[in-house]
């Protein structure tokens, strides 16, 4: 197992660095496929013969696996590189399927709760972090470009795996026709997702390389960087971190953000069909409608984290955070008492919503260096993670609930989903509200300096100036302090 070291990942000299891309997106395309799950999920409510929330708690327990996972395996896998990560990820995430599987063909909905929710999410969490670091280190000239393309991966996983999925539930249910597959064709569908993610997910771990000590890109001068203002020029520890006002009231700003996007799009499939239902219980959208709909939400969950996350750089995290919650809320409202009025609106309402809940992914990391600088931002990103490990217990749980009492899939319609839909605007609201109370981290919880005073720094250098490499005193940041102030 020695080839998977990370000693054994070293590039060597002529390396081309565009071929990490192509890795990082191999693993995070494969596990971006939690997002399509909608897909088979009345299939799965049917076989089983149980509720949609009992099915949607598979998702939920996923997502929080994910979340947890990411916060413990940190800094394992930073420890031991991206290819023993991401073959761990393979490992975990191909379980998943497998063990999930046997579960649906033997009528165990315990072991797809196993397989799927707690094996596959474990996967999940480590292949979500995985290529990140080593990302942002091949592209020390263009940092957004690679967290980017790190993150969309993920994001535009349902992009594939939505219509993939619909395409081979027919070819393994000919009979279904529109209507809802078998289990048994989600069990095969299952298998066959294993074997795919298993070789894309290898492939990526394999091409996948580090640089070697001292590396730079070809003409790339570290001193021509400029440093960029933070709300504080000081430095918090993880530890300290968990300890201030401003942490909690960012994990609720996450925790709402997520639970309103997550139960749209855990539930997206059979939502359209159901606000477009007739009296007579058939629905104006096909079940390939419906999966072609995940699919194009997959896309503004992945251009609203390049988007939006850019905004971010000019107008300020805490603005943007203005328009995720407050545009958001009003979306939502919209989407409630006039969704159903006609397909396109319905479908630019969801993809808005989809784009503010990408945007709030890509731009918690920023907003987590603004406030705490950049000492251990990655430890403390990792613990406000668990703001979506219980979003996605909440999200789901809303809304199946809600479901649950209205009726039986299939036959519901447009009316059934406003309780859920105004629970998410007040859940919105209630992050606003969040936001607009954050300020600076109190100077107590600075990390101190060796001379006994605290520590002062710039993004990206870990306390030292971008162009001269030396610590910088708080006297001497004042320009940075005075332009932080003014975006809080």
């Known amino acids: 197992m020695s080839v998977l070291d990370r000693s054994r990942t070293i590039a060597g000299a002529g390396f081309n660095r565009w071929l990490i891309p192509p890795a990082a997106l191999a693993v995070h395309l494969c596990i971006g496929q939690v997002y399509a799950t909608s897909v088979y999920k009345t299939a799965l409510v049917q076989h089983f013969g149980t509720s949609q929330t009992a099915i949607g708690g598979i998702f939920s327990v996923a997502i929080v696996m994910l979340g947890l996972s990411a916060a413990i395996f940190g800094t394992w896998v930073d420890t031991n590189g991206p290819r023993k990560a991401m073959v761990a990820s393979a490992t975990c995430w191909v379980t998943g399927f497998i063990v999930g599987s046997l579960g649906i063909f033997t009528g165990q909905l315990w072991l797809l709760y196993l397989g799927y929710g707690v094996i596959g999410g474990v996967g999940l969490g480590i292949g979500y972090i995985s290529p990140v670091s080593t990302l942002i280190k091949w592209f020390p000239d263009r940092p957004g470009l690679a967290t980017g393309m790190a993150i969309m991966g993920f994001g535009g996983g349902a992009l594939i795996a939505s219509p993939l999925s619909t395409a081979l539930l027919k070819l393994y249910d000919p009979a279904a026709g529109s209507g809802t597959p078998s289990g048994d064709a989600v069990g095969k569908l299952f298998l066959t997702f294993a074997v795919l993610h298993l070789a894309y997910m290898l492939f990526g771990a394999f091409t996948i390389r ?279």
Not at 284 to 292: E, K, R, Y
Request: hydrophobic share 45%; proline share 4%.
């Open 210 to 488: 580090v640089p070697a000590d001292g590396w730079r890109p070809d003409g790339f001068d570290p001193s021509t960087v400029k440093a960029k203002a933070l709300v504080t020029d000081a430095n918090v520890s993880a530890n300290n971190a968990i300890r201030t006002r401003p942490f909690w009231l960012l994990w609720i700003v996450l925790f709402c953000n997520v639970t309103a996007g997550i139960g749209i799009l855990e539930q997206a499939a059979p939502m359209i069909q159901d606000f477009f239902r007739q009296s007579d219980g058939h629905s104006l959208v096909s079940a390939a409608v419906a999966g072609g709909f995940v699919g194009l939400l997959s896309i503004g969950n992945m251009a609203g984290r390049f988007v939006w996350s850019t905004t971010s750089d000019y107008i300020g995290r805490k603005r943007i955070y203005l328009v995720y919650l407050g545009v958001g809320a009003v979306l939502y409202l919209v989407l409630a008492t006039v969704g159903s009025a006609a397909t396109l609106l319905f479908v630019l309402l969801a993809f808005l919503i989809l784009s503010f809940y990408g945007g709030g992914f890509a731009t918690a990391p920023a907003y987590l260096r603004d406030l705490f600088g950049t000492y251990q931002v990655g430890a403390i990103h990792g613990r406000l993670l668990t703001a979506w490990s219980a979003a996605g217990v909440a999200g789901p749980l809303i809304v199946n609930g809600v479901l649950d009492a209205r009726g039986k899939p299939g036959t519901l319609d447009a009316g059934a989903y406003h309780p859920a839909l105004f629970t998410m605007v007040a859940l919105l609201v209630v992050g606003l509200i969040a936001n607009l109370l954050i300020r600076p981290v109190d100077s107590r919880y600075h990390e101190p300096r060796k001379d006994g005073g605290r520590t002062a720094g710039t993004a990206g250098t870990g306390g030292r100036s971008a162009v001269s490499g030396t610590t910088r005193g708080r006297d001497q940041a004042a320009p940075t302090t005075r332009t932080a102030t003014e975006e809080a």
